[in-house]
């Protein structure tokens, strides 16, 4: 029999929170789970820890890819051998309540017009002390698909709504991870037209924020890490990267997929492809206004309470 849930983790010489996040997932109440878990060839202890957890529990299904498919590639995979209805990305660095499962499935399970379940987060650091709640003041139960997608590309941020828990068919219907920065804002705005996002009113989801986090290096080593097979390209990109090159690639990609999406009405697609490059047009330039009126009165803008003032991330305790 399969699964309800599906829980996928992408791994790539990820040694030292892995097991963390493993422990995470066999103390959760609900337990009608497995955990497809596919190694991008790590060259540390990951696919060793791997195999001692498979080892230990049967729901463990563990794959170790032959060549490095970059994290866009891995993630592709592991979605394609997923065999629960509901699909949460379960990330090697994060932990979750004991409950986060279990009250997840309950709000899936009631509402078929709900395509995303998410608990609200707390932010921990590097040691997995707890920073601060986080509040995305995201409200996507509109059931007017263009008037969600407004509200989502007004207020994204972190995007915690991509590790709640997914239909399955409904994440497999997105073009997943692409080959630039931000790449999956796209796909929750895709899951965003597909249906209502609902949020569990209780902090169950523990993000983990340190130095060794992806969007922690350069762009080049961003994109290079999502697509390895393009690291020479993504280097000359990032040379010739203008700023704000990779939010403009963003909304082209969002507009170019609606237009194209078939399950929709015209009306929605169009409407849909419109608000969201009108929004986040104007949210980029927000966004650039505030550091310009910061620069030129000699303030700061506000940090995130895992970062630096130079805006480097925390250092982890010795």
């Known amino acids: 029999m399969k699964p309800t849930v599906t829980l996928g983790v992408t791994a790539y010489n990820v040694e030292r929170y892995l097991p963390l996040a493993f422990e995470s997932v066999l103390a959760q109440d609900y337990t009608d789970f497995e955990v497809v878990v596919c190694d991008n060839r790590s060259t540390d202890r990951t696919w060793e820890i791997c195999q001692e957890y498979a080892a ?8 170790r890819n032959e060549e490095n498919l970059g994290e866009a590639g891995n993630f592709a995979r592991v979605v394609s051998l997923a065999e629960g209805r509901y699909f949460r990305l379960t990330a090697h660095d994060d932990l979750m309540a004991p409950s986060l499962l279990r009250a997840c499935v309950a709000v899936l399970d009631a509402d078929p017009g709900v395509v995303c379940a998410y608990p609200q987060t707390v932010i921990i ?3 997995g002390n707890p920073v601060s709640d986080w509040d995305d003041r995201l409200d996507l139960t509109d059931p007017n698909p263009v008037r969600r997608l407004a509200h989502f590309a007004q207020r994204w941020s972190l995007l915690n709504e991509l590790f709640g828990l997914i239909r399955t068919d409904a994440l497999r219907g997105t073009k997943l991870l692409g080959q630039y920065l931000s790449s999956d804002a796209r796909i929750v705005a895709e899951l965003v037209l597909q249906g209502r996002f609902q949020v569990v009113p209780s902090r169950l989801f523990y993000r983990r924020m340190h130095p060794a986090m992806t969007f922690g ?30 939010h ?15 399950d929709q009405p015209l009306a929605t697609r169009l409407g849909s492809a419109a608000t969201f490059g009108a929004v986040a047009q104007s949210r980029r330039a927000r966004i650039r206004l505030g550091r310009l009126r910061s620069r030129v009165t000699g303030g700061t803008l506000a940090k995130p309470p895992w970062e630096n003032p130079d805006g480097s991330l925390k250092k982890e305790t010795p």
């Not at 080593?221 to 990779?246: F, I, N, S, Y």
């Not at 403009?248 to 078939?262: E, G, P, S, Y």
């Open 248 to 262: 403009q690639l963003l909304i082209a990609d969002v507009m170019r997929t609606f237009l194209a999406t078939a």
């Open 56 to 63: 230990r529990d049967p729901r463990f299904r563990i794959y």
């Open 217 to 246: 290096g350069d762009r080049t080593d961003v994109m290079a890490h999502h697509e390895p097979r393009l690291a020479m390209k993504a280097r000359k990109a990032a040379r010739r990267a203008r700023p704000g090159a990779d």
């Open 125 to 127: 650091d590097a040691d």
